[in-house]
Each structure stands twice: as C-alpha cells, then as structure tokens.
C-alpha cells in the first residue's frame, strides 16, 4: 500500500475510533460529570485525534 493509502486509512481509523470514544463515553461514563466537564472532554478528544491524524499528513506532506 502506499504512503498515501496508509494516511488515509489511518485517517478514516482515527475518526471511528473517536466517535467510538465518544459513544463509550456518553454511555457510560458522562452521567458522573455536568455538561462543562463533558463538553471539555469533547473538546479535548477532538483535539487529540486531529492533533494525531496533523502529524501523520504532515509527515507525508513534508516527503
């Protein structure tokens, strides 16, 4: 597979992956917290996964 088809298919990975997160979270998880404590989490795991999916198309954008 190419450089290209691995970025994209970690894209696509990452994206499930968080909204799995996000699902398990509300689920379970987002009845001990009030709505800032969960809208912080949101957040943040945003942050994270396009902080991850930045990195690996920077790397290939920087080949």
Known sequence: MSSLGLRVSGTIVV???WLVFILLWLAFYAGGF???QNMVVFFVSIIIACG???VMWIQWALK
Request: no cysteine.
């Open 15 to 17: 994206g499930v992956a």
């Open 34 to 36: 009030d709505f800032w």
């Open 52 to 54: 991850i999916i930045a």
